[in-house]
């Protein structure tokens, strides 16, 4: 086993000692491995002293306490391997002196890239695979948990080095972002007044997750500094050997707790647990080691030790109930990898043995020869399934995606420490099943009281996006809230959704509503509004009509052609009952019937005017005998204006229904929760050559009845078809700016209340007055009143 500088013993390590002899036993009682041959060997402790390394392995490769180099002064029990390396340095400082002797080295340590260098290593082989699906397994943990903000501590050597750039790579893809990379150093000094305030920048940064990758030892430094500065709450993600964890940092284990080791996956091999348990000095009297470990955890040894009985040891005395920290029964890495070593170098004897039997004569019963370099060649092809069922080889192309074993750092109060299995990792899986975790059983850090977050902002909830920051990581954004029409449903959206045009967002932004279908309904406010004055005001011209039509003798119904008088009522009716055809669901025959019914009782109403109007212009210049405007009055000429005027506009509504005729338009922008169904109009030129020509026989009608407002007459309404004409035109002229700045269901509210508005103006303007005489003044509506004025009136 390793022991530390000063001596200090890492006791953790003889689990190393355990394996190694349990696979020596097994081999030995195999009749079908190494048959009736004995593996022997040699246990050697080393330190991390590059003196005390090569004292040793010149030791091991001389035989004899005088080191002579290039010499072998064994003759019997000669090595034909070494298991060694619990570090990589330790193994490189070996290797070059081994290679002068071609001597195998199987190490057990974490896998360098370095040592796979063959021209560099040719006779050195690892047992530990490639961490090539460390970064990604590391990774999936990251972004199990959110943890998109973390800072990263690596080797300083190409190790750490690769492992930095691997995991960079795949941060960039995962979206994850590096708060800072530090590069620890592989010995133990006492740090500069700018490393004490590194380690309080690490206590104090906002990176609440931390990827160790290397030797854990390089974060080691002086005492003092690690109780001030590494009690943090931070989660620690590492790949290191964890027995150097234990022992190297027996004070700093509090920062390490409810930390995260990832480790290839191992299954359990038969009968080695219960070898560690049962397992006591007297089993093996002549190893030093085990006694001492005995006395330094129980403060006895049993009889048939090395030292003889030492006390009385309690009942339960083994390493089931190993009292301290030291936990003996879980099986570390490299004692897995020991395990395999043995059984590695027992198949290339085994192989190598059979080949010589085979080429030897029959009566030849010598002891074949052995050497070192004769099994390069068959530990490079060899192959084989050990007891716990993995396949094991040394062939460059074995386990490409290594599959890993993630556990929880657990520290107990007394001081005992576990690795509790959480999960796995197997990047051979299918996609979305890779990471394995049992959240139930995970301890986080007493900083902690549920899951960590580890984040340079603060993450933009359903409803919000992100917006990168100038000059800084992808990770660190402001939350700016999605626009009108737009949502997104998960965290930290990278850009907004737009909601299909039949939904809208809802207040939140965070999912589409379907929109409800709507229109200017009978039963809403302003569309009962509206009909509500389109029938007051038809029942009003209806009434109004019934006093003309009661009254038809007198004399103020009679004047200006009572007739047209008729016909301008009841096409005022049908103005107020046409505006109904815009409210309630739009279908085809409404959307048709709006506008031809619109053009044509507006311009019958129009024209009526005018015929008024010039019914009055005749009617005074008919006054002198013999004239012609006197015939015409006589012949009734007015009285074809409406059909001439009506004709006109029913050609331009042909046109219109031929060519583009309305239709039924489905609104799914003018408002924010609504489909709002409404008529479009089709045709845009036919709708304002239709609301022209009604414009210009309403302009005509207003000049001529403003040119015969002051014809002396009885009866003359030159004057309230005037102002009836500045009314109506006033109404259109106002709609037609606001009509084109509202949209939907206003839109048609606008457009109605014109209607009524303009029909509204014609009838109080025309008819007011001559109701007020009718029905106020009789007195003044009668022949003999009329025979007084005109008396009055000469002179």
């Given at each position: 086993p390793d022991v530390a500088p000063l001596f200090r013993w890492l006791w953790k390590n003889y689990q190393y000692v355990l394996a190694f002899r349990f696979a020596i036993q097994e081999i030995n009682k195999d009749p079908q491995l190494l048959p009736n041959l004995t593996l022997g060997f040699q246990l050697y402790n080393s330190v991390t002293s590059g003196q005390f390394t090569l004292r040793s392995t010149l030791h091991w490769l001389t035989g004899k306490h005088h080191l002579i180099p290039n010499y072998t002064c064994q003759t019997q029990g000669k090595m034909v391997a070494i298991i060694a390396g619990t570090t990589s340095a330790f193994s490189a400082e070996i290797g070059t002196m081994l290679e002068l002797y071609k001597t195998p080295q199987i190490t057990y340590g974490p896998f360098d890239p370095m040592l796979s260098e063959r021209d560099k290593f040719p006779s050195l082989y690892q047992m530990a695979t490639s961490d090539s699906s460390l970064a990604c397994g590391m990774l999936s943990l990251l972004l199990h948990f959110g943890w998109i903000w973390v800072a990263i501590f690596v080797s300083n050597d190409m190790k750490g080095e690769q492992f930095l750039q691997d995991i960079e790579a795949e941060m960039v893809k995962k979206g994850v972002c590096l708060a800072y990379s530090v590069k620890l150093p592989d010995t133990k000094s006492r740090y500069e007044e700018t490393e004490i305030s590194f380690l309080e920048g690490i206590r104090i940064a906002s990176a609440n997750v931390h990827i160790l990758y290397g030797d854990v030892r390089g974060l080691y430094t002086v005492e003092f500094l690690s109780k001030y500065y590494l009690t943090l709450g931070k989660v620690w993600i590492m790949a290191t050997k964890w027995e150097i964890v234990v022992k190297e940092t027996d004070h700093m284990l509090h920062s390490f707790h409810g930390g995260f080791s990832f480790s290839h996956h191992k299954e359990e091999i038969p009968g080695l647990n219960h070898f560690v348990k049962t397992v006591d000095p007297s089993h093996y009297p002549?190893?030093?080691?085990?006694?001492?470990?005995?006395?330094?955890?129980?403060?006895?040894?049993?009889?048939?030790?090395?030292?003889?009985?030492?006390?009385?040891?309690?009942?339960?005395?083994?390493?089931?109930?190993?009292?301290?920290?030291?936990?003996?029964?879980?099986?570390?890495?490299?004692?897995?990898?020991?395990?395999?070593?043995?059984?590695?170098?027992?198949?290339?004897?085994?192989?190598?043995?059979?080949?010589?039997?085979?080429?030897?004569?029959?009566?030849?019963?010598?002891?074949?020869?052995?050497?070192?370099?004769?099994?390069?060649?068959?530990?490079?092809?060899?192959?084989?399934?050990?007891?716990?069922?993995?396949?094991?080889?040394?062939?460059?192309?074995?386990?490409?995606?290594?599959?890993?074993?993630?556990?929880?750092?657990?520290?107990?109060?007394?001081?005992?420490?576990?690795?509790i299995k959480i999960g796995e990792f197997s990047p051979e899986c299918a996609r979305g099943e890779s990471l394995v975790l049992n959240e139930e059983m995970i301890?986080?850090?007493?900083?902690?009281?549920?899951?960590?977050?580890?984040?340079?902002?603060?993450?933009?909830?359903?409803?919000?996006?992100?917006?990168?920051?100038?000059?800084?990581?992808?990770?660190?954004?402001?939350?700016?809230?999605?626009?009108?029409?737009?949502?997104?449903?998960?965290?930290?959206?990278?850009?907004?959704?737009?909601?299909?045009?039949?939904?809208?967002?809802?207040?939140?932004?965070?999912?589409?509503?379907?929109?409800?279908?709507?229109?200017?309904?009978?039963?809403?406010?302003?569309?009962?509004?509206?009909?509500?004055?389109?029938?007051?005001?038809?029942?009003?011209?209806?009434?109004?009509?019934?006093?003309?039509?009661?009254?038809?003798?007198?004399?103020?119904?009679?004047?200006?052609?009572?007739?047209?008088?008729?016909?301008?009522?009841?096409?005022?009716?049908?103005?107020?009952?046409?505006?109904?055809?815009?409210?309630?669901?739009?279908?085809?025959?409404?959307?048709?019937?709006?506008?031809?019914?619109?053009?044509?009782?507006?311009?019958?109403?129009?024209?009526?005017?005018?015929?008024?109007?010039?019914?009055?212009?005749?009617?005074?210049?008919?006054?002198?005998?013999?004239?012609?405007?006197?015939?015409?009055?006589?012949?009734?000429?007015?009285?074809?204006?409406?059909?001439?005027?009506?004709?006109?506009?029913?050609?331009?509504?042909?046109?219109?229904?031929?060519?583009?005729?309305?239709?039924?338009?489905?609104?799914?922008?003018?408002?924010?929760?609504?489909?709002?169904?409404?008529?479009?109009?089709?045709?845009?030129?036919?709708?304002?050559?239709?609301?022209?020509?009604?414009?210009?026989?309403?302009?005509?009608?207003?000049?001529?009845?403003?040119?015969?407002?002051?014809?002396?007459?009885?009866?003359?309404?030159?004057?309230?078809?005037?102002?009836?004409?500045?009314?109506?035109?006033?109404?259109?002229?106002?709609?037609?700016?606001?009509?084109?700045?509202?949209?939907?269901?206003?839109?048609?509210a606008v457009e109605v209340f014109s209607i009524l508005a303009s029909s509204a103006g014609l009838l109080g303007c025309i008819f007011a007055p001559k109701c007020y005489v009718i029905l106020i003044k009789p007195d003044k509506n009668s022949l003999k009143a009329l025979r007084n004025q005109c008396t009055c009136r000469r002179p």
């Open positions: 002549e190893d030093f080691f085990l006694s001492q470990l005995w006395l330094h955890a129980f403060h006895c040894l049993p009889p048939g030790s090395l030292c003889g009985t030492i006390g009385v040891c309690p009942p339960n005395a083994s390493f089931e109930f190993f009292p301290g920290r030291i936990d003996m029964l879980t099986i570390s890495d490299s004692s897995y990898f020991i395990y395999n070593a043995v059984y590695a170098v027992a198949h290339a004897l085994h192989k190598m043995l059979s080949e010589q039997i085979e080429k030897s004569s029959p009566g030849d019963t010598s002891q074949p020869s052995i050497l070192p370099w004769q099994l390069h060649p068959l530990l490079r092809k060899i192959q084989f399934t050990n007891s716990a069922g993995e396949d094991v080889s040394f062939h460059e192309t074995r386990h490409h995606m290594p599959h890993y074993d993630i556990h929880n750092i657990v520290n107990f109060p007394a001081g005992f420490r576990l690795l301890e986080w850090p007493v900083a902690f009281k549920e899951t960590p977050q580890s984040l340079c902002s603060q993450r933009c909830g359903p409803g919000f996006r992100k917006m990168p920051q100038e000059g800084k990581h992808v990770c660190c954004y402001t939350c700016v809230v999605c626009p009108e029409r737009d949502i997104s449903n998960h965290t930290d959206a990278e850009q907004c959704i737009p909601c299909a045009d039949h939904e809208y967002p809802n207040m939140e932004r965070n999912r589409c509503l379907p929109k409800l279908v709507t229109f200017l309904a009978f039963e809403e406010f302003l569309g009962m509004a509206l009909a509500c004055m389109a029938l007051c005001f038809s029942v009003l011209t209806a009434a109004v009509l019934w006093v003309f039509v009661k009254h038809r003798d007198t004399p103020i119904v009679k004047a200006n052609n009572r007739t047209l008088s008729y016909i301008l009522l009841i096409a005022l009716l049908l103005c107020f009952l046409c505006s109904l055809l815009f409210l309630g669901r739009p279908n085809t025959a409404t959307c048709l019937l709006q506008q031809i019914a619109f053009g044509l009782v507006f311009t019958i109403a129009v024209s009526a005017v005018l015929a008024k109007t010039i019914t009055v212009i005749l009617a005074f210049k008919a006054l002198k005998p013999g004239r012609t405007i006197r015939r015409l009055l006589v012949s009734g000429t007015s009285n074809f204006i409406i059909p001439i005027c009506s004709m006109i506009q029913l050609v331009l509504c042909g046109i219109w229904l031929g060519t583009s005729p309305p239709f039924i338009e489905v609104d799914k922008h003018s408002e924010h929760d609504y489909i709002i169904l409404v008529c479009n109009k089709g045709s845009v030129t036919a709708f304002y050559c239709v609301l022209g020509y009604l414009g210009s026989l309403a302009l005509a009608s207003f000049i001529v009845a403003f040119l015969a407002r002051n014809l002396p007459d009885t009866f003359n309404e030159a004057k309230f078809l005037t102002f009836s004409m500045l009314v109506f035109c006033s109404v259109w002229v106002t709609f037609l700016p606001v009509y084109h700045s509202t949209k939907g269901k206003v839109m048609v």
